[in-house]
T-cell receptor, first 110, second 113 residues
Framework: GQGVEQPDNLMSVEGTFARVNCTYS??????LSWYQQREGHAPVFLSY????GLKDSGHFSTFLSRSNGYSYLLLTELQIKDSASYLC???????????FGLGTRVSVFP | GPKVLQIPSHQIIDMGQMVTLNCDPV?????FYWYKQILGQQMEFLVN????????KSKLFKDQFSVERPDGSYFTLKIQPTALEDSAVYFC???????????FGPGTRLTVL
């Protein structure tokens, strides 16, 4: 079956970094998206990757390895306000909706 | 950034009744989606919609579900009749094109009693 897996929780310290891992096993692959979601709010789009390698977007970077079915979201210079859930979502085929993971709750402490 | 609105934010309804969830997508977007999230589970794709037609639907999109966007107004999800297992948060999303990022609304929490 299709599956997107993420760790449930991740704790880190303000000013350091956090890496949110995502592994997927799907019948097809047409890109992977990362979203940030706060309780009771809309998921906010962060990044979309479809080619292998690292994509740097300033405060965060995303990495993809299609052969390993693996991606990560790297948050650098963490701030308290980065505390949120981060969702990984795979587009299995071009016209289909996204297949989401459960999300990783990142908690940033002073 | 672009915003998707959803009305209402919460809805409580008795089993067997009809409910309509409303979505106001980003104004120039052409592709629309509904997702369902049961408490403690991941968000799951229900249906996508373009040019007045359902393009693809998942096995979660039961016969009791229907979607429409009459005359460019709200994109709606109607459930008739509702069942207990329909209790969930329903998220609407829109995108400019098929491959573009999807922008999500804040969700409507539906409770079926």
């Amino acid at each position: 079956g299709q599956g997107v897996e993420q760790p449930d929780n991740l704790m880190s310290v303000e000013g350091t970094f956090a890496r949110v891992n995502c592994t997927y096993s799907t019948s097809g692959f047409n890109g992977l998206s990362w979203y940030q979601q706060r309780e009771g709010h809309a998921p906010v789009f962060l990044s979309y990757v479809v080619l292998d390698g690292l994509k740097d977007s300033g405060h965060f970077s995303t990495f993809l390895s299609r052969s390993n079915g693996y991606s990560y979201l790297l948050l650098t210079e963490l701030q308290i306000k980065d505390s949120a859930s981060y969702l990984c979502a795979v587009r299995v085929n071009y016209a289909q909706g996204l297949t989401f993971g459960l999300g990783t709750r990142v908690s940033v402490f002073p | 950034g672009p915003k998707v609105l959803q009305i209402p934010s919460h809805q409580i309804i008795d089993m067997g009744q009809m409910v309509t969830l409303n979505c106001d997508p980003v104004s120039n977007h052409l592709y629309f989606y509904w997702y369902k999230q049961i408490l403690g589970q991941q968000m799951e794709f229900l249906v996508n919609f373009y040019n007045g037609k359902v393009m693809e639907k998942s096995k979660l999109f039961k016969d009791q579900f229907s979607v429409e966007r009459p005359d460019g107004s709200y994109f709606t999800l109607k459930i008739q009749p509702t069942a207990l297992e329909d209790s969930a948060v329903y998220f609407c999303a829109s995108s400019l094109d098929w491959g573009d990022e999807q922008y999500f609304g804040p969700g409507t929490r539906l409770t079926v009693l």
